[in-house]
């Protein structure tokens, strides 16, 4: 005979099954924390260790530049020097701002007509077309990102600019003017000093010293928002990053003036990038000293140790960390590259 369900038997029914979703909910919790904490012991990991990006005053006026060219709807260019971290600049301007935004790499095979028409067909979904077709696609497609912005304009941003042709930047021009049934589009250029690829040479031989790809795209475009050149960083900039690893510059001016001397040479913010990486994967603080052992183990000129670590840097006080001995040659006398890191010549 069935027995009856009672109301006792309807509650504890209940209880069941909230004390089943309880447990799972607690299983799902500790899964998830699990996952967080592998995550974070591999993004901790000194391997994998980078350093954070910072938005340093450089990082802040990069930033306003391609706003003000997207708000314009006109080009933008940037001419900095290898390692100035303009690739990181703009991937994080672009991560930013993803819905309205696209990055590209060049390099040697994209940064020519038939290159740029397959990147741009791969990046837009549209893979089969070619010339004025391909263009048209890609216009109706800038046209949905740029309603998206107050300004009605979708940027693009190009790395490594200096690998354009003289087609490629005549035909991203032609993309990026408005007609009478599509939107146009802003473009941010960015790349080193360098001549432009595949142009005709000198007889000489050689490149004509204004052929460059900047001065190019100067030429054909007919609105440049932004031309700015960066050849260095300021100390502002590397007391940031400094900072942001943990670094004070007043209270360990020996490892900020470091990193500074080591921003001034060739690959600027990567070769600093390199150094702290090197240094947090010995599970090493960041001093002077682990610094300066990371560069020279790095194959780099051995610095001077005889020398004082000065005062925080003072207005008019050199960059340097290290004070000159009397007995030693004066940095006017020695070579630049002895000069940056006050090494005798």
Not at 62 to 80: H, P
Not at 84 to 98: D, F, H, N, Q
Not at 276 to 291: C, I, M, Q
Request: glycine share 8%; charged share 30%; proline share 5%.
């Amino acid at each position: 005979m069935k027995r009856e369900l009672t109301l006792a038997d309807l509650f504890a029914a209940v209880r069941e099954e909230q004390a089943l979703k309880k447990r799972q909910r607690a299983k799902e919790r500790a899964k998830e924390r699990r996952e967080e904490s592998r995550r974070r012991a591999l993004e901790n990991s000194p391997e994998r260790w980078r350093p954070p990006f910072v938005r340093t005053p450089w990082v802040q006026r990069t930033f306003g530049d391609m706003e003000l060219t997207r708000t314009l709807g006109q080009f933008g260019v940037l001419v900095g020097a290898s390692g100035i971290g303009k690739t990181s600049v703009l991937r994080a301007y672009a991560s930013e701002r993803a819905a309205s935004t696209k990055f590209f790499t060049l390099n040697g095979s994209t940064g020519t007509k038939a290159g740029l028409e397959d990147l741009l067909g791969d990046a837009f979904g549209v893979p089969n077309l070619q010339g004025y077709r391909l263009y048209r696609a890609v216009r109706e497609q800038l046209g949905c990102l740029g309603e998206t912005e107050p300004s009605g304009n979708a940027l693009l941003l190009f790395d490594e600019a200096q690998d354009l042709s003289r087609e490629a930047i005549r035909d991203l021009r032609a993309l990026s003017e408005a007609d009478h049934s599509l939107p146009g589009c802003a473009m941010f250029f960015a790349g080193n000093e360098s001549t432009l690829r595949g142009e005709r040479r000198s007889r000489s031989g050689r490149f004509q010293d204004d052929d460059t790809w900047h001065r190019e795209l100067r030429t054909v475009a007919r609105r440049i928002a932004v031309d700015r050149r960066v050849d260095s960083v300021t100390e502002e900039d590397v007391d940031a990053i400094a900072l942001a690893v943990g670094i004070d510059a007043a209270s360990d001016p020996g490892a900020a003036g470091l990193l500074l001397q080591v921003a001034e040479l060739p690959g600027c913010l990567g070769l600093v990038e390199q150094l702290l990486r090197t240094v947090k994967a010995r599970g090493e603080p960041f001093t002077a000293e682990s610094l300066k052992r990371a560069y020279e183990d790095h194959g780099r000129p051995r610095f001077v140790e005889q020398r004082e670590l000065h005062s925080p840097r003072a207005p008019g006080a050199p960059a340097t960390p290290f004070a000159n001995h009397p007995d030693e040659v004066t940095q006017d006398e020695q070579p630049a590259s002895a000069r940056a890191f006050g090494r005798s010549a």
